[in-house]
């Protein structure tokens, strides 16, 4: 049954704001901006809009609250939270409230005021039994995986270097990247340590963002004005809650979540031309990587620093400079899918590249917890 998603629906419009820090502007202004910029890019009113999924770090009925602010009032919507990956979700459960009838144009949008306005530690919930040890949540699980990787594969801590500096180079392509110097690796070394191993630049940036994207049907995609991308594929895994609970600290579900995802897909590794990873911290990109099977299991950072993920490389990873280097304003899931179908549609200046039929756009939610794998093609993938 779930391959009869595969072409069934397709992102026709794209659009974010306020990217970096908005100050005073709330979570609903920077999504209600974000969305006009995407029905801008699509062609298409508001009115149009019957269908929402969405979230805030602020809102506890996040649905409710963008369809009063918007002025919708949609006929299907739903706000699941798994952390960064919801987004990725949202596009599969908004492709089957379209193909069962519920709906016929659906808004997938986030906003996050959480550089200006709050502090992201004092909304995230605590692990119950680490909580007497105030972490600085989430960086300690990640900081845990690192460890583990770079013990178990002797790993140098150059190799998580390459991948902020990767970042950094697409970002420099970027014109709305937040991070355009330059990012050498003695710079990378001499960053100020957070949580051993990962120091400032192993971790994302803390953002504002608003971010939007329009589905609809494959039938109806072409009755708008941009270049549709098409969802092909998309695949879920659930391993734990707490970091404490993995079965492994090595390899993430992502394993399971991308080989659905292909398999809906009808694809592999070797299809793909562009993959968007969810870059909370360079420990992400290299298990994703190796998780995915576009390498090995511990091979990932020297493939790494051979430049393959970099400009000119040979698997594109992570083009608009990632959470790294471009935008992470608490959850980055949606900035993934935008990417991946700026690159589908060849409308992302000097950082696209040529001749895209396949992305990949990854999600990450809790601590390794949740794994969300889309796969987004073009007409010529169909």
Not at 178 to 200: G, I
């Amino acid at each position: 049954m779930a391959h009869a998603l595969r072409g069934k629906s397709a992102i026709v419009g794209k659009g974010y704001w306020g990217l970096g820090k908005t100050p005073n502007t709330s979570p609903m202004e920077l999504i209600a901006k974000a969305t006009k910029n995407a029905l801008d890019d699509a062609g298409m009113d508001l009115s149009e809009i019957d269908g929402i999924c969405g979230g805030t770090f602020y809102h506890f009925f996040p649905t409710l609250s963008i369809a009063e602010y918007l002025g919708v009032k949609p006929t299907w919507a739903n706000s699941d939270m798994v952390g960064g990956s919801s987004f990725m979700s949202y596009l599969v459960e908004a492709t089957m409230a379209i193909q069962a009838g519920l709906c016929k144009n659906v808004l997938i949008c986030y906003g996050s005021n959480a550089k200006s306005a709050r502090d992201l530690n004092g909304l995230i919930e605590t692990p119950q039994w680490e909580r007497a040890y105030e972490p600085m949540v989430p960086v300690p699980g990640y900081a845990f995986t690192a460890q583990r990787y770079m013990h178990e594969f002797n790993v140098p801590k150059e190799h998580f270097g390459h991948v902020a500096i990767s970042a950094r180079k697409w970002a420099q392509l970027n014109p709305d990247a937040t991070m355009q110097a330059d990012l050498t690796m003695e710079e990378y070394l001499a960053s100020p340590s957070v949580a051993d191993p990962l120091t400032v630049l192993d971790c994302c940036l803390m953002s504002d963002g608003g971010a939007a994207i329009i589905v609809t049907s494959a039938d109806r995609a072409k009755d708008y004005q941009e270049k549709p991308a098409y969802f092909l594929g998309g695949g879920n895994a659930i391993s734990h809650r707490e970091i404490a609970q993995a079965a492994t600290l090595t390899t993430t579900c992502a394993a399971e979540s991308s080989k659905r995802a292909f398999d809906m897909a009808g694809i592999t590794t070797k299809d793909v031309d562009v993959v968007e990873l969810y870059d909370a911290f360079t420990i992400n990109t290299l298990l994703f990587l190796e998780d995915m099977g576009f390498v090995k299991k511990g091979e990932a950072g020297a493939f790494v620093a051979d430049g393959n993920i970099a400009p000119g490389g040979s698997l594109p990873v992570n083009t608009n400079g990632g959470g790294l280097s471009c935008v992470h304003p608490g959850m980055y899931g949606l900035f993934c899918l935008i990417e991946a179908a700026t690159q589908i549609r060849g409308d992302g200046g000097k950082r696209q590249i040529d001749d895209v039929n396949i992305a990949i756009a990854h999600g990450n939610g809790g601590t390794f917890s949740n794994e969300y794998t889309a796969v987004l093609g073009s007409e010529a993938a169909l």
